[in-house]
């Protein structure tokens, strides 16, 4: 009985692994597929946990993100769900809600530069965080076995795609890791990123 139970518990468990991806005979292929297919999605929500270090400095934040083709908007939770920050984006400008007030700037990269002298992303985020290249130049690109990105390099920062998940809508990022090229007090600026949940409106 005991070997039976045993048995039983490694056909169980084997079958709950995680599959590794298949390799593909034409990752470029598959590449140009993918981008297509992440570009076609304009409108999402995306849950988050995030942590951004330089040096002795940094935190975490719970994200939620809300995307649509013109606007964007992101939402900072802290410990307890205490909320830290409201971003709201679009083409007249940025606007951010704080503890300490209403700050307003021509764009929230620029916004959250002056408020914390952290150069934060996040025009290039809403990009990155469906595995593709933001518009502009990219300065290096690489592919994995299967045709997705494993690491980007653009506009300064480098992302290095740790984690994938199948989702109706495509292999989508599930963690990720970007680092800056310009320091800040000395130190590299990294931020992680693992998302939760992906919902495509």
Do not use: K, N
């Not at 083709?69 to 830290?84: N, V, W």
């Not at 409201?86 to 007030?101: H, K, M, V």
């Not at 299967?146 to 998940?165: C, N, P, V």
């Amino acid at each position: 009985m005991r070997r039976f139970i045993a048995g039983l518990l490694v056909v169980l468990l084997a079958g709950c692994a995680t599959i590794p991806p298949t390799a593909v005979r034409y990752p470029q292929r598959v590449w140009r597929t993918h981008r297509a297919r992440m570009m076609a999605i304009r409108r999402f929500r995306v849950s988050a946990q995030s942590g951004v270090h330089a040096g002795h400095h940094g935190g975490t934040l719970a994200l939620h993100w809300r995307v649509a083709p013109t606007a964007y908007q992101m939402t900072g939770y802290g410990p307890f769900g205490r909320l830290i920050f409201r971003l709201r984006a679009d083409a007249e400008g940025a606007r951010l809600w704080t503890g300490r007030g209403h700050f307003a700037g021509a764009s929230a990269s620029r916004l959250l530069w002056r408020l914390t002298g952290w150069r934060l992303p996040v025009a290039g985020l809403r990009f990155w965080i469906r595995g593709i290249p933001a518009p502009g130049p990219v300065t290096g690109r690489t592919l994995d076995r299967t045709g997705l990105l494993a690491s980007l390099r653009q506009d300064g920062w480098t992302i290095r795609y740790r984690r994938y998940r199948p989702t109706p809508s495509g292999r989508l990022p599930r963690l990720l890791t970007l680092t800056h090229a310009v320091t800040t007090g000395g130190s590299p600026v990294v931020v992680t990123i693992r998302i939760d949940r992906w919902d495509v409106i």
